[in-house]
């Protein structure tokens, strides 16, 4: 006799702002949610960036629904038109969220999902499937265990898993032997990891916004200690196929950011390299050489790997999950973000009916969602949640979503390095 898993819980996969926006809404609906947090704390990853300014406003990153629930507990919202840093977004927003007692009666941090299938079903096996309740293996801080929900909403992010360096999507060869000296993201440069640049030659990898970050906390160091060499090495051939500040973009901020960088190397503080291709990195005499073809750049020491993110996905291994096989995003999502195609003049509003998989129930939210494309925006997710939602309440509302007005900007869609 197959089992009613509508008395079950809708688990949810990181509690960041997608995952905690998930859950209020969920109870918004009359759905019980279950929040699973594999850090110390509610948007653990965004303690990793938090001194990385946010090129969005404070009103794009906000749910509203969310924001009603802590004003009723008399949470004052930020300057709507200001920009939060990493650490501003969490603290004046994610972590009383995740403090609201509707949602920490809910939530297990220090809680990692390692598996999640179907109860006495492998990926396999097709009977009585749709009906079987979802199996997640939790590592916590008591041992593992399993938890069993009617939906599962993977909402855990990609910054765990960055993209190597080497120009295979693979390691390059010595890549893993040098993970002392490479930092992937964008370190904290200016601040708790100063000294480990201060006086230093670095070399930066990367094309996307997250290198002009990296390259302008480089140089306002460099300004105050002596000796330091800043290298930017990028694929492209012209660099200005990347500095094209667009005039109507409404990202203020990261026009701001790109009009510094075009004026830092105009002013020749950054040597760069085009045409970058890592195939190796050696150590020699205390230093780092990257091999691009037969070309070998300037040693350095220490190496800032901007390169993107990739989704993990090997906990869903034993689902039917449905992805595009380049960029690794639900099938019918991958051509409305897919780099290679896509430029962010309009894109069209998505919800369920682009985020299903062959594994009814399975949602895959936020930037995970947009497995390797760099065009995730914050306000996006929540559209997503409040689709996805309604489709969990009421699966007969799943509907292509009509097209909307993307933000007004040419680059939104930086493509890897």
Known sequence: ??????????????????????????????????????????????????????????????????????????????DAAAYPTGAEFLDHYVAPLAAHPLISSRLHVDSRITHVSRQQHDVLRSGGRDEAPFVLRVEGPDGPRDVLARAVIDASGTYQTPNWIGAHGIPAIGEQAAAEVIAYGVPDIRGTQAAEYAGKSVLVIGSGHSALNALQDLIVLADHEAGMRIVWGVRCANIDEIIRPAPNDELEERKALELRIKALLEEGRIEVVTGLAVEAIDHQAGRWVVQSGEHRLPAVDRIIAATGFRPSLGLLSELRVSLDPATQSPIKLAPLIDPNQHSCGSVPEHGAAELLHAEPGLFILGIKSYGRAPTFLMRTGYQQVRSVVAALADPASIRPAPVCNAPATRNACSAPA
């Open 1 to 78: 006799m197959s089992r009613d898993i509508t008395s079950l819980p809708v688990a949810i996969i990181g509690a960041g702002p997608i995952g905690l926006s998930a859950a209020v809404h969920l109870l918004e609906a009359g759905l019980e949610p279950i929040l699973f947090e594999s850090g110390a704390h509610a948007g653990a990853n965004l303690a990793s960036w938090g001194h990385v300014r946010m090129f969005s406003p404070w009103s794009w990153n906000i749910d509203a629904l969310a924001a009603e629930l802590l004003q009723e507990q008399g949470w004052q919202a930020p």
